[in-house]
């Protein structure tokens, strides 16, 4: 079941939504192969009918399953929405789709949602990344003789004919 208000609870007072809302059910197409969702969101907000639209305002919270883009270490992110607000209109050309008496929240949610999405998740913001490994031993002379040029590699591509 998605995230719905029915617009009939509202003609009166204001309603109140609380509780989880599966991650299946938020329909989140997370691209980001560093962002995992296995966590439930949780929500607790308040929805008035104002104005020809609907003003949602409370908190949204939902925990992040991240590697790290530096380190490649596995952690987790809180996403905090505390003072969350959304005005979802109900005429016009931006109108939310009513079906019955009933409004689906949960693309408006999701959106916000998405747009809280770290870009570059970090374990930490001073992760200094994958420890660095030397590629083999140098060797270090001791020798102060001249320094001579060695060939580069693209030297011998400069000197290759090729046929128009």
């Known amino acids: 079941m998605s995230l719905q208000v029915n617009l009939r609870h509202l003609e009166a007072h204001g309603v ?8 299946e059910q938020l329909d989140i197409d997370a691209k980001d192969a560093a962002i995992h969702l296995s966590h439930p969101l949780k929500y607790d907000f308040e929805v008035e009918n104002v104005e ?6 409370g908190q949204l919270h939902l925990t992040l399953d991240c590697q790290c883009v530096r380190c490649l270490r596995d952690f987790e992110y809180e996403l905090d929405l505390d003072d969350w607000t959304l005005h979802i ?3 016009g050309e931006d109108a939310a ?13 999701r959106e916000d949602i998405l747009l809280e999405f770290p870009q570059h998740p970090l374990c ?7 420890p660095r490994t030397s590629q083999g031993k140098v ?8 320094l001579v040029a060695r060939p580069a590699a693209w030297d011998k591509l400069d000197k290759l004919k090729l046929k128009k």
């Open 89 to 91: 209109p109900l005429e």
């Open 97 to 109: 789709p009513i079906s019955g008496d009933l409004v689906d929240l949960t693309p408006y949610v």
């Open 16 to 23: 109140r939504l609380e509780g989880e809302l599966p991650v």
């Open 52 to 57: 020809g639209g609907l003003l949602l305002q």
């Open 139 to 146: 060797k270090k002379t001791s020798s102060t003789g001249p």
């Open 124 to 130: 930490d913001s001073e992760c200094g990344g994958l």
